[in-house]
Nanobody
Framework: QVQLVESGGGSVQAGGSLLLSCATSTDVNSFTSMGWFRQAPGKKREGVAAISSHGRTLYGDSVQGRFTISRDNTKNTLHLQMNGLMPEDTAMYYC??????????????????WGRGTQVTVSS
């Protein structure tokens, strides 16, 4: 059974940084795509960043240039480096993964496996 466990969330002031991590129970090389999503209260789940097994990355428009997604194949871990955080980045952040053939995606329905989330709160 695939398990994804996020960590690294917390409270920071605007302009600060956080590094989110997602530990997987299986070899990350088995996933064709991994991604980070976020959901704020009363809002739809939003694709933040995704990375394919070949290292191709996708970013949401609101985080482009501020966030960086990466995967550590030796440690079976996905990371999201978040810099220049803004109050509108406040949300629960979720790690997702999928093994189906295809390119990486920022669409939530693409992903089969999900973590339980880690909260990020940015104060002004």
């Amino acid at each position: 059974q695939v398990q994804l466990v996020e960590s690294g969330g917390g409270s920071v002031q605007a302009g600060g940084s956080l590094l989110l991590s997602c530990a997987t129970s299986t070899d990350v090389n088995s996933f064709t795509s991994m991604g980070w999503f976020r959901q704020a209260p009363g809002k739809k789940r939003e694709g933040v960043a995704a990375i394919s097994s070949h290292g191709r990355t996708l970013y949401g428009d609101s985080v482009q240039g501020r966030f960086t997604i990466s995967r550590d194949n030796t440690k079976n871990t996905l990371h999201l480096q978040m810099n220049g955080l803004m109050p509108e980045d406040t949300a629960m952040y979720y790690c997702a993964a999928d093994s189906a053939p295809g390119v990486s995606s920022l669409v939530a329905s693409w992903y089969e496996y999900w973590g339980r989330g880690t909260q990020v709160t940015v104060s002004s």
